[in-house]
């Protein structure tokens, strides 16, 4: 349809124009998607199986969605993304605060328009991008701001008296006609707020200030929740549960390169403007690898969950603490350290929430555990586990490494290190040359003085070396062996 051409509601009507709800709209235009195998949520990793097929069916069947997950579930993006299933263009009576539908109004503005003006009226057309709206839900939001109220300003500028209907002001709700509209984090709103949308849901009317309208709006509802166990603020009443048509559970990667995957694309601007900092693979894997330690963590409240923004500023970070030591350094580039790690722990510390053991450790303590228990997890990836207890007669493949540090006083990483410096203090450490050729031989260039570091900081964990944290770097000892020299 040429909607250049058309301006008027004489013209609408002879281009053949139908008027459709937006439940019909999105039904419409999700099934020729499907018929084509089109993708509908694009950018959505790891819900293919899951939450998206379920999404589909509940837009298919023409209900209001309820999406219930933990923070960093992609739920607003996805009610973000349902715009891309409506119609580019719908028609609106011109200067109509509701975007009334010329073949079906329903406000005494648009009406009145019509009767007055005829096939003349004038239509605008509104793009599928204006027709989302949001709220996030907090204790303050009124029915006021949600459904409208009577505006005596307005009143007094017409000269109407509080019995006329026009001294309505439309709240957002009304406004969103024809829209989709979410409102974000829904058992946070009061529950007498809540008890307002029954109507509007179910029978089509709305109650301001003593007025009673008839109203049927038109309105694809999508409401985000997190779990009502979590959520200790409020939760949703159940009336207003059983008029939501699906509820659709979220969840979070399930494996580590779907987690890699989202991270990547949602850091590819911090990564274009840091193209001079190398990234080894393995670096992403442990980085992914701290969220899936946090959520199975006992100092870590599950019912919060940890967000996958925690992978995303963590990345950032990890970025930026590789970028200030080539600068400080003078380099032209470099290549991220596990030491850079400890630069990723601001990230951390603001992403999780600790139940009272991991208050006693504090929230350092625990984004330091986290960083060496995904050191732990990937390193087991790579080479033989390491035991406790062995018996004389099995080979041990790190009795080499741990043999050079009985032999030193110890040894140390500086954070500030130029690469070469960096390479060569590692390099030191023969015996590891010999466990990567083993365990890691295709090992890229990239990733070889990582991997070495990532041997040292794993025998410490399992405690066949001792840790130090310096102020400007990190010590490794053989465990006895620093014993022994102090005696």
């Not at 969103?176 to 109507?199: G, K, M, S, T």
Request: hydrophobic letters at 40%; proline letters at 4%.
């Amino acid at each position: 349809m040429n909607t250049k051409s058309i301006k008027t509601l004489g013209d609408l009507k002879a281009a053949g124009y139908t008027q459709k709800s937006i439940k019909e709209e999105l039904r419409r235009n999700l099934l020729q998607k499907l018929m084509k195998q089109e993708t509908t949520f694009s950018g959505i990793h790891g819900y293919d199986y899951t939450v998206i097929p379920e999404l589909e069916r509940a837009i298919l069947s023409k209900h209001n969605i309820n999406l219930l997950g933990l923070r960093g579930q992609a739920k607003t993006r996805l009610a973000r993304q349902m715009v891309s299933l409506l119609d580019e263009y719908i028609p609106v009576v011109e200067g109509s605060e509701i975007n009334d539908d010329p073949l079906q109004p329903l406000s005494r503005y648009a009406k009145e328009r019509i009767e007055e003006l005829g096939d003349d009226t004038p239509i605008s057309w509104l793009h599928r991008e204006e027709r989302f709206a949001e709220k996030l839900a907090t204790p303050d939001v009124t029915v006021a701001d949600l459904i409208g109220d009577v505006d005596p300003i307005k009143a007094a500028n017409l000269k109407l008296n509080y019995a006329d209907d026009r001294v309505i002001h439309f709240g957002m709700i009304p406004r969103a006609h024809r829209c989709i509209f979410v409102i974000n984090e829904l058992p946070d709103l009061q529950a007498r707020i809540q008890v307002a949308l029954f109507n509007i849901l179910q029978e089509g009317d709305v109650q301001i200030r003593g007025f009673k309208l008839r109203l049927p709006l038109d309105i694809q509802f999508v409401f985000t929740a997190n779990p009502e166990d979590y959520t200790n603020r409020g939760s949703i009443v159940t009336p207003l549960k059983d008029r939501i048509g699906s509820q659709i559970i979220t969840h979070y990667p399930e494996d580590i390169q779907t987690a890699k995957t989202i991270t990547q694309q949602e850091t590819s601007e911090a990564a274009s403007e840091k193209n001079k900092v190398k990234v080894p693979a393995i670096a992403m894997d442990i980085l992914e690898q701290i969220s899936f330690e946090a959520r199975k963590s006992e100092f870590i409240d599950a019912k919060s969950g940890v967000s996958a923004r925690l992978s995303i500023t963590a990345f950032e970070n990890l970025l930026s603490t590789a970028e200030r030591r080539a600068l400080q350094n003078g380099s032209d580039a470099t290549i991220v350290r596990l030491s850079d790690f400890m630069g990723i722990i601001p990230a951390i510390t603001g992403k999780v929430e600790l139940v009272y053991e991991g208050e006693q450790e504090g929230a350092i303590g625990v984004a330091k555990q986290l960083i060496a228990d995904a050191v732990k997890t990937q390193f087991e990836s790579y080479f033989p586990k390491v035991a406790k207890l062995q018996k004389d007669s099995d080979k041990d493949p790190y009795a080499e490494v741990v043999g050079w540090f009985f032999e030193q006083s110890s040894f140390e990483l500086q954070d500030h290190l130029k690469d070469d410096a960096y390479q060569l203090q590692l390099d030191r450490i023969e015996p590891m040359d010999d466990l990567l050729e083993e365990y890691v031989p295709d090992l890229p260039s990239d990733a070889h003085y990582f991997f070495k570091e990532m041997i040292l900081w794993a025998l410490s964990e399992y405690n066949r070396l001792s840790k130090y944290d310096l102020s400007d770097g990190v010590q490794f000892k053989d465990v006895y062996g620093g014993y022994i020299s102090d005696l």
